[in-house]
């Protein structure tokens, strides 16, 4: 009870909170938004650059750390895809977004401050070891996917070819991309450029809770509850148990165990409902997992603390 008290709901009452004014009006859709694109665009990549360049790549980057997390990423890809065609008789293609929302965690949003408030900034290196990966694997295999869902097998290597380009015009990843190049090199920054960097990176997990909440507002639950339902047990339950099982077969440390079972336990990012926006395919399954799991998993983070060492 008392990891709910001190690490779960303070993350929730932030998100709460942005919910809240957006939905009485307290604040317009478009400040929302705007808080987004900055968020998105700017503090957050100032976030992911400064932890990449600092980390030691050698310590953080383990191979047992990223198959356990990729493993249970794409295992629950295919417990979705599978479950939406056998179960829920979805054609391919929401097959595939439904699949999306069940592979993609939350792990900037929800990941870092919760795994922050529980073991301390000092245990965030495994989280961002496992974000390096996340956008260009995950995007990868879905629209690798949704393109030979769609029956354009003709136009795969030309998906491909967007996915690369989309991956290099992706705020995150060219942070990432930069944060490696710093961390590698060893070059010295100008100290007032680092403090506005840093300043930035200050802003970036409050503000994108508090904006998250505003998005959220925006979804409503409706219809297709059993394909939401299994999506929220795919993303809070199985994605975790498999990741923790795997992790533990492979003797993954503790901390990387800690960070990569947790990460694995957050509920769909945002960037869920954008993929099957982008291809018009199971929005609502799309919007309401990712509003009714990220309610759910203030239950399910609670019970992986207790479980986790």
């Not at 290099?168 to 960097?197: E, K, Y």
Request: aromatic share 10%.
């Amino acid at each position: 009870m008392q990891a709910l008290l001190d690490i779960i709901l303070p993350v929730f009452v932030v998100i709460g909170a942005g919910y809240f004014v957006t939905w009485k009006g307290m604040i317009s859709e478009d400040t929302i938004d705007a808080l987004v694109k900055f968020t998105q665009n700017f503090a957050i990549p100032c976030l992911l650059f400064r932890a990449i360049s600092q980390i030691d790549l050698g310590a953080s980057v383990s191979l047992p750390l990223i198959f356990s997390y990729y493993f249970g990423a794409f295992a629950s890809f295919a417990a979705g895809y599978a479950g939406a065609r056998i179960f829920f008789k979805r054609n391919p293609v929401d097959a595939v977004a439904i699949a999306f929302c069940c592979l993609f965690s939350n792990t900037v949003l929800l990941g870092l401050p919760i795994t922050e408030r529980a073991y301390g900034a000092e245990a965030l290196s495994a989280n961002f070891a496992i974000i390096a990966f996340h956008a260009p694997l995950c995007y990868m295999l879905g629209v690798t996917a949704m393109e030979i869902a769609r029956n354009e097998t003709s136009s795969v290597v030309e998906g491909a070819s967007r996915v690369v380009n989309a991956m290099f015009h992706n705020p995150f990843v060219i942070a990432i991309v930069l944060g490696l190049i710093a961390n590698i090199s060893a070059l010295p920054l100008p100290r007032p450029l680092l403090g506005g960097i840093d300043l930035m990176a200050t802003a970036a997990l409050p503000t994108a809770l508090f904006s998250l909440g505003g998005i959220l507002c925006r979804y409503r639950p409706a219809g297709d509850m059993k394909a939401i339902l299994m999506v929220c047990a795919i993303s809070l339950v199985l994605h975790p148990a498999i990741v923790f099982g795997t992790a533990y077969l492979l003797d993954l440390d503790r901390e990387g165990l800690r960070s990569a079972v947790l990460t694995s336990a957050m509920a769909p990012g945002v960037n869920a409902y954008v993929f099957a926006n982008m291809y018009g395919a199971a929005r609502r399954v799309a919007a309401s997992s990712v509003l009714i799991a990220t309610a759910g998993s203030i239950v399910s983070i609670w019970l992986w603390l207790m479980i986790l060492p």
